[in-house]
Each structure stands twice: as C-alpha cells, then as structure tokens.
C-alpha cells in the first residue's frame, strides 16, 4: 500500500479479495471509518456503483495528483 494517507474523495485499486474479480478494481472512497475491532476500514465505490469496504490493507490509492515544478 502506498505510503500516503488515503481520504473521502480519493481514487483507489480495491483489491480481488473483496471484489472477487481477477485484478485490481478502481475505485472512489465514499466513506472511512475508524473502527474498534478491525482498525481503518474504508468504502469505495465502483464505476458500475457497487460498494466494496474493508481493511485498509486491501485498498491503493492512485496516485492521481499532479505535482507543480514551477
């Protein structure tokens, strides 16, 4: 997992262990909860509108944000 802080908004890979499918999903994070007993766990939604949550761990951002050099 990348090592920056993942937030409400951000473009995430959500894993196939959630989505069952055979690679990476993207993905957009609709909700981040801070959660007693499993830690982080985020949700996300699909382009196709399914809502994926889980561990932190099982989502990547993409790193999407462009950096000014100027």
Known sequence: MN??????GDNVLISPD???MASWMEGIVIEIENNTFNGIVIAAE????????GRKELFKTINNK?????
């Open 3 to 8: 090592a920056t802080m993942i937030e409400t």
């Open 18 to 20: 959630l989505t069952g």
């Open 46 to 53: 699909t382009k196709d509108r399914n809502v994926f949550f």
């Open 66 to 70: 462009e950096t000014c050099l100027q």
